[in-house]
């Protein structure tokens, strides 16, 4: 089932991973649960959602130097991923 599917207030777990490949994440390294595992991510908020596109900012901190290159962003909450995009940072 899709936890957007009704209206209310949902966290979304944001992962961010580097160009080569790993995960961009604070020292405390929090985890949500994602299908079962514990999953590491970047940050998190939570939003209320209505039942239309959320538009999210979400700041990155504690992350001490970002290198250039393509950035994989995905965005889930507890039941799924919820989207994805990449970045490039030059």
Same mark, same amino acid.
């Given at each position: 089932?899709?936890?957007?599917?009704?209206?209310?207030?949902?966290?979304?777990?944001?992962?961010?991973?580097?160009?080569?490949?790993?995960?961009? %994440?604070?020292?405390?390294?929090? %985890?949500? #649960?994602?299908?079962?595992?514990? %999953?590491?991510?970047?940050?998190?908020?939570?939003?209320?959602?209505?039942?239309? #596109?959320?538009?999210?900012?979400?700041?990155?901190?504690?992350?001490?130097?970002?290198?250039?290159?393509?950035? %994989?962003?995905?965005?889930?909450?507890?039941?799924?991923?919820?989207?994805?995009?990449?970045?490039?940072?030059?």
């Amino acid at each position: 089932s899709n936890e957007l599917a009704s209206p209310g207030n949902r966290v979304v777990y944001m992962c961010i991973k580097s160009p080569d490949g790993y995960l961009l %994440t604070s020292e405390s390294m929090p %985890t949500f #649960d994602y299908q079962g595992v514990a %999953t590491g991510y970047s940050a998190s908020r939570e939003v209320d959602y209505q039942g239309k #596109d959320v538009e999210l900012g979400i700041y990155l901190n504690e992350i001490p130097e970002f290198v250039k290159g393509i950035y %994989t962003v995905e965005a889930y909450t507890s039941q799924g991923r919820v989207g994805s995009a990449e970045l490039m940072l030059r």
